[in-house]
């Protein structure tokens, strides 16, 4: 019989990684893979292990909410990143890492909308969930995301916002080939923003989002939404706006990243910006 396409036990006969992927463990169903990783990570797992399962039953997005992840249909994964002590800070880890993700999905016209969603046509086809703690002063970071594979009908509201491969390619590839893809394309991006920052990829970044130099809505908490240009990217990873009728710019910064337990509460950013 040929393998099948879908197994991710058979992720490591597909790697080209040199070390993203290397230690792996796969389960059926968990609650979420970052959970199970956070654990592993604690105990001991190496930089670049992976933790994938065909399920999960409580599966999270950023800002609290839930994400879809029905059974052995799209990709679940979560990856233990080691920060070396003195390199630079995490703020920009889900963008680097949205960069290396959109350079290994197939070529579906996939584009980034800040801060780390992948979109296809316009729909979600990608999200990451990092999250963070300090380790005896090194970063010990998980670096989750879910990939719509096989899903052709999204349940609720997300019918109107989600995609999915098998909704943009005739041959979608099987979830352990595109794993193994995904992951060199994470493990480049993840050596150049952990050695020189998030310097080292911004370029790629800008090529890449799509919603740069349009109008965009913003909600600065419940209830206030204002229209803003999405000018550029300040060298740290945060979105510079400015109204569209002119004005100062201001900055919105990414709240991707939790540290559980943060050496110094002044630098983090923990305020709810997302871009609607
Ligand atoms: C988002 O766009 O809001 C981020 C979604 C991240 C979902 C993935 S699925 C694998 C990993 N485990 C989780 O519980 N969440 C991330």
Same mark, same amino acid.
């Given at each position: ?6 197994? @991710?036990? &058979? ?10 992927? &290397? ?31 065909? *399920? ?5 997005g ?9 059974s ?14 003195g390199?630079p800070?995490? /703020?920009? @880890?889900?963008?680097?890492? *949205?960069?290396?993700?959109c ?8 584009? @980034? ?11 979600? $086809? /990608? ?19 879910? $990939?719509?594979v ?23 590839? #099987?979830?352990?080939e @595109? ?5 060199? #394309? ?24 799509s ?9 600065? /908490? ?7 240009? *999405?000018? /550029? ?10 109204p ?5 710019s ?25 871009l609607?």
């Amino acid at each position: 019989m040929p393998p099948d396409p879908d197994d @991710l036990r &058979r992720l490591g006969d597909l790697l080209s990684t040199r070390r993203f992927g &290397r230690a792996h463990e796969h389960h059926e169903t968990l609650s979420s893979t970052n959970d199970r990783a956070a654990a592993w990570a604690r105990s001991g797992a190496p930089h670049g292990a992976v933790v994938t399962a065909d *399920a999960q039953t409580a599966g999270r997005g950023r800002r609290g909410r839930s994400w879809h992840s029905a059974s052995r249909e799209n990709l679940y994964a979560s990856v233990i990143v080691r920060a070396r002590a003195g390199g630079p800070g995490l /703020g920009a @880890l889900g963008l680097a890492a *949205a960069v290396g993700l959109c350079e290994g999905m197939p070529d579906v016209g996939v584009v @980034l909308k800040w801060p780390n969603d992948l979109l296809v046509g316009g729909r979600k $086809i /990608g999200g990451i969930l990092c999250e963070a703690r300090w380790s005896g002063g090194v970063a010990e970071a998980v670096v989750g995301f879910g $990939i719509n594979v096989g899903t052709r009908s999204f349940p609720g509201p997300l019918a109107a916002i989600a995609t999915s491969l098998a909704s943009c390619m005739d041959a979608p590839l #099987g979830r352990a080939e @595109l794993l193994a893809r995904l992951l060199g #394309g994470l493990e480049d991006a993840m050596e150049a923003f952990l050695h020189h920052g998030f310097a080292a990829v911004r370029e790629r970044y800008v090529a890449r989002c799509s919603m740069l130099g349009t109008t965009v809505a913003l909600e600065n /908490g419940p209830g206030k939404r204002v229209e803003v240009l *999405a000018e /550029g990217l300040d060298p740290d990873g945060a979105l510079r706006v400015r109204p569209p009728g002119g004005g100062p710019s201001w900055r919105v910064e990414s709240s991707d990243v939790w540290l559980v337990e943060p050496p110094d509460p002044g630098r983090l950013t923990n305020g709810d910006t997302g871009l609607a």
